[in-house]
T-cell receptor, first 115, second 110 residues
Framework: SQTIHQWPATLVQPVGSPLSLECTVE??????LYWYRQAAGRGLQLLFY??????ISSEVPQNLSASRPQDRQFILSSKKLLLSDSGFYLC??????????????FGPGTRLTVL | RKEVEQDPGPFNVPEGATVAFNCTYS??????FFWYRQDCRKEPKLLMS???SGNEDGRFTAQLNRASQYISLLIRDSKLSDSATYLC???????????FGKGTSLLVTP
């Protein structure tokens, strides 16, 4: 069966510090991968998606970036965090194909607080 | 107009009650529809997909009305464990993104 891992589970970072969140998927090949953010009182916002190694599409311009160095690894990064980057970051995967039509499965998330 | 709109609630219902949530979406070309459940401070989990013909899974029934662009979720015989936020989800124009509603909060009380 497929499982998705995210770490760390919680993170407190000062403004201006760098960020690296990692997500890995097991039990499947060539998944579509996604990064979402859920800010307090708001819905999930898609940040990035990837349909293959090195292929990243950005949905919202911001100071975040994503990379996919391996088939089942997805990384979310920032060089300098802003207060507004606080939120619940969720990684998700879906089977290869037109990702938006397939069910997406979420990892346990990373709760980021920027102070 | 927002892509997906839901009544945020909260819906407070007693155990055993029947409760229904509605959701409207703006993109008439949408093809995929889902209900997810999200417990407090946890990740969303798929509750059920919503098919054109409607579908049922135990106490849960989902309906799709394409003409009016709304989706419904009916929960019968509510349990305390049904307390959660229910997210209405619709695929977007891009074909990859899913648009999530902000969710409807349900609290089932003894």
């Amino acid at each position: 069966s497929q499982t998705i891992h995210q770490w760390p589970a919680t993170l407190v970072q000062p403004v201006g510090s760098p960020l690296s969140l990692e997500c890995t998927v097991e039990g499947t090949s060539n998944p579509n991968l996604y990064w979402y953010r859920q800010a307090a009182g708001r819905g999930l916002q898609l940040l990035f998606y990837s349909v293959g190694i090195g292929q990243i599409s950005s949905e919202v311009p911001q100071n975040l970036s994503a990379s996919r160095p391996q088939d089942r690894q997805f990384i979310l990064s920032s060089k300098k965090l802003l207060l507004s980057d606080s939120g619940f970051y969720l990684c998700a995967w879906s089977p290869l194909g037109v990702g938006g039509s397939d069910t997406q499965y979420f990892g346990p998330g990373t709760r980021l607080t920027v102070l | 107009r927002k892509e997906v709109e839901q009544d945020p609630g909260p819906f407070n219902v007693p155990e055993g009650a029947t409760v229904a949530f509605n959701c409207t979406y703006s993109n008439s070309a949408s093809q995929s529809f889902f209900w997810y459940r999200q417990d407090c401070r946890k990740e969303p989990k798929l509750l059920m997909s919503v098919y054109s013909s409607g579908n049922e899974d135990g106490r849960f029934t989902a309906q799709l009305n394409r003409a009016s662009q709304y989706i419904s979720l009916l929960i019968r015989d509510s349990k305390l464990s049904d307390s959660a936020t229910y997210l209405c989800v619709v695929n977007s124009n891009s074909g990859y993104a899913l648009n999530f509603g902000k969710g409807t909060s349900l609290l089932v009380t003894p």
